[in-house]
C-alpha cells in the first residue's frame, strides 16, 4: 500500500503532472491516507472554519467541506494498535515533537510494510529504509 503524506494529498488537489503520471501506473487501490494524514489536512481548514471572521466563513466552511469530499476518494488507513506499538520504538530513537505526524505515518509504513509518498524524503529518510519512501513529484515513474 502507497500511504500519502500530506503534501501528496494537497497535491493531487492541484493536478500536480508528475503526481498524475504515477497515478496512472498505480491502482488506486493501492493508495490510502493514513489517518495521521487526514486529521493533518483537515486540521488547518477546521481551526479557518471556526476562527474566520464573518467574511471569511462561507468560504472557510466551503472549503472544509471540499476537503471532506477530497479524503472520501480515499481509503482512510486508521492508525492501529500495530502502529502504536511501532510508534513507540520510533519514539525512542526520534524524539520530535515537530515531526510527530511524520512519526505516526512511518510507523504504520513500518508496522505494515507500506511505501511513503511524499515530496518532504528528509522527513522520513533517517526513520524508513529508501524502499518505503517515493517522491511523487519530483521525480517521474521510471
Not at 12 to 35: G, N, Y
Not at 40 to 66: C, I, M, N, S, Y
Not at 72 to 91: G, I, P, S
Not at 99 to 126: E, P
Amino acid at each position: 500500500m502507497y500511504l500519502w503524506d500530506t503534501n501528496i494529498l494537497a497535491h493531487f488537489t492541484s493536478q500536480h503532472p508528475v503526481l498524475a503520471l504515477h497515478l496512472q501506473r498505480v491502482k488506486s487501490e493501492e493508495i490510502a491516507l493514513p489517518s495521521p494524514t487526514v486529521a493533518e489536512f483537515l486540521r488547518g481548514r477546521t481551526d479557518f472554519a471556526v476562527k474566520a471572521t464573518p467574511e471569511q466563513a462561507v468560504q472557510a466552511h466551503r472549503l472544509l467541506k471540499q476537503s471532506q469530499e477530497l479524503i472520501a476518494q480515499f481509503e482512510v488507513l486508521l492508525f492501529n494498535d500495530e502502529d502504536a506499538e511501532m510508534f513507540k520504538k520510533v519514539l525512542k530513537k526520534h524524539k520530535s515533537k515537530k515531526r510527530y505526524v511524520d512519526l505516526m505515518i512511518a510507523a504504520m509504513a513500518l508496522a505494515g510494510n507500506h511505501v511513503v509518498v511524499t515530496r518532504n524524503v528528509k522527513h522520513f529518510s533517517d526513520v524508513l529504509p529508501p524502499q518505503q519512501i517515493e517522491n511523487w513529484i519530483d521525480y517521474p515513474p521510471q
